[in-house]
Nanobody
């Protein structure tokens, strides 16, 4: 069993910053890619940023230059630093981890989701 626990989001003013974290625990041998997704009301879930075990990153065009994804492999934790936040960044943010399990196999896991609200 694997659990992903996200930090609390919050309410910030436009132009502000917020940092999210997500820690994975359980029967994990290793973690391949980790990422952050978000879902706004009435919209589909979309990829925000992803990072490989080697540190390679990928960002949605809408957040490039404002958001930074990082990870601590020793702690099985992924972070999302969000700067220059805009009202359109308002969404529920979910972390994702592709885990190689201690007992074999590879499986994707999701965090519980955390609300980020940006006021104008």
């Amino acid at each position: 069993q694997v659990q992903l626990v996200e930090s609390e989001g919050g309410l910030v003013q436009a132009g502000g910053s917020l940092r999210l974290s997500c820690a994975a625990s359980g029967s994990i041998f290793s973690i391949n890619a980790m990422g952050w997704y978000r879902q706004a009301p009435g919209k589909q879930r979309e990829l925000v940023a992803a990072i490989t075990s080697g540190g390679g990153t990928n960002y949605a065009d809408s957040v490039k230059g404002r958001f930074t994804i990082s990870r601590d492999n020793a702690k099985n934790t992924v972070y999302l630093q969000m700067n220059s936040l805009k009202p359109e960044d308002t969404a529920v943010y979910y972390c994702n981890a592709r885990c190689r399990l201690a007992y074999g196999g590879i499986q994707d896991y999701w965090g519980q989701g955390t609300q980020v609200t940006v006021s104008s």
